[in-house]
């Protein structure tokens, strides 16, 4: 990994999809994976399963100069107390983007605003898990506020692994259309509708995708990426920004680059999705 970005220029990599959470919290998360809980349907072995301080040693060395605490409620009476977590991870971890995360319930607008005004850089939503629809309008204010802040939101909006009751591009899109102006970043590439996806990328200019387990053999062989789409991860190509899913992957970090490095669409393209689009977004400094 290490030949790869001193070979490309940049000064590391800047990963926008990667979990820490509280440790309770993610031994849940880890213990539904290996039970082949209905949301993956799958064996889903887990790489990095190592304390915090290890896992952060493991990502550094991986290259990671800005990296995300990625979280998120499936019940109300979460958020807040996620968020109070995350602040505090971010308060003790630099290099970590301040990350917050919401759900439709009352008070809702008020611990976003909260944790705007703390210092929060990056929001997750994961309609999949928490099972709710992003137009609910409980959550009006908040995206408001995300919107007017220009804080990019990372969303789990498409339809992998499998199918949630408000996935897929509609609920976006008309969340979209009534937010013109929110910063979304489109988990996983929005697999498996990743053309719809894309069509969202192009009609907002908000829009983001992260490459999240895209392209990887991992997902080609569940829900491959269209060859007649390349064209477009080019011609969006600044807005397309490394992510990993760090440590809740099925294979080694460094899959995740090598799938991006052998989609061929040059040094330019790989440099901008590893780096420079990051840190343009949320203003990495070298």
């Not at 990372?154 to 009534?178: D, I, K, N, Q, Y």
């Not at 990993?244 to 992957?249: C, G, L, V």
Request: hydrophobic share 40%; charged share 20%.
């Amino acid at each position: 990994m290490r030949e790869l970005v001193e070979r490309l220029g940049i000064p590391g990599l800047v990963d926008v999809h990667t979990h820490f959470m509280p440790q309770n919290v993610l031994d849940k998360v880890w213990a539904y994976f290996d039970a082949v809980g209905p949301l993956t349907g799958m064996a889903w072995p887990i790489t990095y399963r190592e304390e915090e301080d290890r896992r952060l040693a493991l990502l550094r060395g991986f290259g990671a100069v800005a990296f995300t605490a990625m979280l998120y409620p499936h019940k109300p009476g979460m958020g807040a107390w996620l968020n109070s977590w995350a602040a505090d991870f971010a308060s003790r971890t630099p290099d970590c983007l301040h990350t917050a995360t919401l759900f439709p319930e009352p008070g809702v607008d008020r611990y976003v605003r909260e944790a705007l005004d703390a210092g929060a850089r990056v929001f997750k939503v994961h309609l999949q898990v928490g099972g709710f629809d992003p137009n609910d309008p409980e959550l009006d204010e908040a995206w408001g506020a995300l919107a007017d802040s220009g804080t990019p939101v990372v969303v789990h909006c498409g339809s992998g692994p499998a199918p949630g009751r408000f996935t897929g591009p509609e609920p976006m899109g008309r969340l979209l259309a009534r937010h013109p102006r929110l910063r979304v970043i489109v988990a996983h590439m929005g697999m498996p509708e990743y053309g719809e996806f894309l069509d969202l990328a192009q009609r907002y200019e908000g829009v983001h995708l992260d490459t999240t387990m895209a392209f990887t053999d991992f997902s080609e062989r569940l829900a491959p990426f269209p060859r007649e789409e390349r064209a477009r991860l080019v011609a969006l190509g600044d807005r397309i920004l490394l992510g990993s899913d760090f440590p809740n992957i099925p294979y080694p970090y460094l899959h995740q680059l090598q799938a991006l490095e052998r989609l061929g669409l040059g040094d330019d393209w790989l440099r901008g999705v590893l780096y420079e689009n990051g840190a343009a977004l949320f203003h990495v400094k070298p």
